[in-house]
């Protein structure tokens, strides 16, 4: 028999796969924290953080004189007693008027100076920039008195129009500074190509860069519109009649000198929270975005 044909002839050997290897347990890096770690201090900070939100809605919602922690059986006589007799639905309209107000003009005069900070260079740009720095350390108890000396000559006094002057003139500086980063993060060569296509720099600007600003309006309009809602100093010293009043006033009502309605405070400061709540749950999307945006680049 011949090499080669024995060699057809002997069977093929038999391949063993090898064995897997023991798993090996895994070592927890250095870094890695237990998930219990995480949820048990978040879980803590969530109770407390409930629990006055509770409390106010258990005062809103169960009968005068109760003692039970179950807002049962349920009762809106608070919420009808502020709303009516208190009037809190004129609280509300002022409120809301000069939130909106003060939302439109402090976006509108910020985008203009901020396009003309990202975009222009004129001699005093920095010392104009490292004043509106400043201006955010100056509280705003400081600017009552002149202001309300200017608003007394003006005959603006007991005018809604003075708080939401106030109000504006009071938000314009930060969000200045904000808008001008959203618009330093918008591409120049975006404008240069509009321009070359025939626009002019109004025209560019609206068909190109005010789209990209979505998220940075949003979030200078919220911010404006929740501060404007929630100020006490300017609608208390300016507004002297109870129909100009704004929520905020309204709720320093509630508290007398020798005793307190918690029932109906309660129901206000739910009236007064649940719209910045409602604002803020349909744009925290926008608004996490245009904050993050505008504090990359400045």
Known sequence: MSVKEATKAAPAPVRVAPEPPLAKKRNRSWDEVPRWQIYLPLSIYLVFTLIP?????????????STSLVPWPMTFDHFEKVWTERSFGTYFQNSVLVGVVTLLMTTLVALAGGYALARFNFKIKRAFMLALLCSQFVPGALLLVPLFEIFAELQMINSLGSVIIAETVFQLPLSMILISNFIKNVPYSLEEAAWVDGCNRMTAFRIV??????????AVGSFAFVHSWNHFLFALM????????????GLNTLMGADSVDLGALAAGGIIAAVPVVVVFAFIQKWLITGFSAGAVKG
């Not at 939100?53 to 004189?65: K, N, T």
């Not at 860069?209 to 949003?218: D, E, Q």
């Not at 300016?238 to 006033?249: A, C, G, M, R």
């Open 53 to 65: 939100f509770y409390w106010i809605l258990l005062f809103s919602l169960r009968p005068a004189g």
């Open 238 to 249: 300016f507004l002297n009649n109870q129909e100009k009043q704004t929520i905020p006033v």
């Open 209 to 218: 860069v005010l789209p990209l600003l979505r998220p940075g309006l949003i």
